[in-house]
C-alpha cells in the first residue's frame, strides 16, 4: 500500500510559479493529475523510474515533472501559470516499475494509489 502526500498548493497570479510535491516516490511511474469543477481529470505529466517524462499538450514548455531519489519526492514545477491551470492537483503512482515510451500521460485508470490532493488557484 502506497500512501501518497501532496504538499505546494496556492493561489498566484498569472505568470506565477509553484512547485508541488509528493511523497514518497516509491520508485514507481508516477503522474500527476489535476482536475477543475465540472471538468474530467486530466493527465498532467508522467514519469518513469528512469527520468522519462510526459507532457500533456496544455502544460508542456511551462511544467517541468521531475524525481529527486534522495529526498523520495515527485515534484511537479509550474511556471508561467495561466488561470486555466486552476484545479486540484493530485499525485499518483501506478503501484509498479514501468518505461514511460508513449508521447502523452497514461490514463488515470492505470494508476493504483492516489493523494489527497492539493489545491492551485490562478488569479488572472
Known amino acids: 500500500q502506497v500512501q501518497l502526500v501532496e504538499s505546494g498548493g496556492g493561489s498566484v497570479q498569472a505568470g506565477g510559479s509553484l512547485r508541488l510535491s509528493c511523497t514518497p516516490d516509491s520508485g514507481n511511474c508516477m503522474g500527476w493529475f489535476r482536475q477543475a469543477p465540472g471538468k474530467e481529470r486530466e493527465g498532467v505529466a508522467a514519469i518513469d523510474p528512469y527520468g522519462t517524462a510526459t507532457y500533456a499538450a496544455s502544460v508542456k514548455g511551462r511544467f517541468t515533472i521531475s524525481l529527486d531519489n534522495a529526498k523520495n519526492t515527485l515534484y511537479l514545477q509550474m511556471n508561467s501559470l495561466r488561470p486555466e491551470d486552476t484545479a486540484m492537483y493530485y499525485c499518483?503512482?501506478?503501484?509498479?516499475?514501468?518505461?514511460?515510451?508513449?508521447?502523452?500521460?497514461?490514463?488515470?485508470?492505470?494508476?493504483?494509489?492516489w493523494g489527497q490532493g492539493t489545491q492551485v488557484t490562478v488569479s488572472s
Open positions: 499518483a503512482d501506478k503501484g509498479y516499475r514501468c518505461r514511460n515510451l508513449r508521447a502523452l500521460p497514461p490514463p488515470g485508470y492505470e494508476y493504483s494509489y
